[in-house]
């Protein structure tokens, strides 16, 4: 099993412009979510998915969309980029009961100039 | 709105000593609380997590320390190795869902 796998690793964008992250888990878990990483600011959610065909948004939605495109798959996309936006961007998936842990993929640096 | 505070940002430990990390949450809803460990260029993973019908949970070096009433709870990590060294977060989530609210992380660095 690869987990939970990321598109790309790094990405450079100009301001106003457009990109999707990809994210793709292999695990058969229900619930799919985003999240940004800053320095001093920890994981802060942008988008998460319970199930197939369901988003919701997290605490930090702003100038994101999300697209559950199947139960495998969730990605991301900024439609017009922002300085505000460079960050480190993680997937993750989790197991819908017990220890409902998460599994993260290896993330995704993005810097927007 | 930072929900759980995590406190020390960084925390350097010599090999063999004991490492803690303590975070405070808000919110009486919360009924899990994870811990997850990353290394650098990685992705978060989950260490051990517990909920706040005990007050304590070990596995192997790793012990959550959990107070209810003061609505706290910390890591120990004891006899503490450079394998370690990575960057710690607490986290909380209430209800079936896990929507979880991380604390800012704290950098431990443990010389050899």
Known sequence: NAGVTQTPKFQVLKTGQSMTLQCAQDMNHNSMYWYRQDPGMGLRLIYYSASEGTTDKGEVPNGYNVSRLNKREFSLRLESAAPSQTSVYFCA????????????GPGTRLTVT | QQQVKQSPQSLIVQKGGISIINCAYENTAFDYFPWYQQ???????????IRPDVSEKKEG????????????FSLHIMDSQPGDSATYFCAASMGG????????????????
């Open chain 1, 93 to 104: 998936s989790s197991v819908p009961s017990g220890t409902y842990e998460q599994y993260f």
């Open chain 2, 39 to 49: 290394f650098p260029g990685k992705g978060p993973a989950l260490l051990i997590a």
């Open chain 2, 61 to 72: 070096r790793f012990t959550i320390s959990f107070n209810k009433s003061a609505k706290q």
């Open chain 2, 97 to 112: 869902f896990q929507k979880l609210v991380f604390g800012t992380g704290t950098r431990l660095l443990v010389s050899p």
